[in-house]
């Protein structure tokens, strides 16, 4: 009875903590649900967690030249900004998806996921950004097609930055986000590897889009 009874106990902890990251889930931007989440796990022993969510919270909100940001980045990067003993918390993905291994979590929870095939996004569709507040996408090559799709899928209205990993074919990703309904929260766009001889058309294509005047972030390596 006592093994039944516990299995129980665990099951119905289970199901608790995935209310929480659902209602986290329905309302991304809002603090609130994550740190009732964080209540909820102090009171279940899962201090060291629970902590990382206040703090990660904090760090959200700091300006880069706060003295807390500075330590968290520096100082306490494996804590605090790299989540690594945290990890476990993450739900797990489609084999063609993996967190970022710097770049996991936000405000606690998990937020940045590398796509290798979008193909295998575009099959997930919604079921991907009901896991977790998920807003940070790291896509890579793609025909012209699977770009339209994501630009005509609704689960791109919770994608606030996109960091495109290729070095030929971006016009295409940039034309189709901005022809998008779904693009309005994305907000940063990252060339990781703008090492074409055709950048300077990229980024004036970029500009002379719908999605520039929305950008708060334009970032090129």
Partial sequence: GDERGGHSDSLTTMT???????????RPGDDTPRLIAADWL????????ASFIRHQIQ??????????????RHQRKDEL?????????LPELPHFLHWHP??????????????????????????????????????????????RHIA??????????????????????????AESPYSLNIDEIWFDTL???????VIEALAESKLAPQLEGLHLR
């Fill in 16 to 26: 608790e903590f995935a209310d929480l990251v659902a209602a986290i889930t329905a």
């Fill in 42 to 49: 102090d009171d279940r022993g899962e201090h060291a967690y």
């Fill in 59 to 72: 760090l959200h909100h700091a300006d880069p030249w706060d003295g807390f940001a500075i330590r968290a």
């Fill in 81 to 89: 900004t790299l989540g690594l003993p945290y990890r476990k918390y």
């Fill in 102 to 147: 710097e770049k996991a979590f936000r405000r606690g929870f998990g937020s940045g996921v590398i796509v290798r095939q979008l193909s295998g996004l575009i099959e997930t569709g919604q079921q991907l950004f009901d896991l977790a507040p998920i807003d940070e996408l790291w896509l890579g090559p793609a025909t012209l097609d699977e770009w």
């Fill in 152 to 177: 005509r899928s609704p689960w791109l209205m919770n994608v606030r930055k996109v960091h495109l990993m290729m070095t030929t074919g971006l016009i295409e990703p940039i034309r189709c986000l």
């Fill in 195 to 201: 090492a074409t001889p055709a950048a300077g058309t």
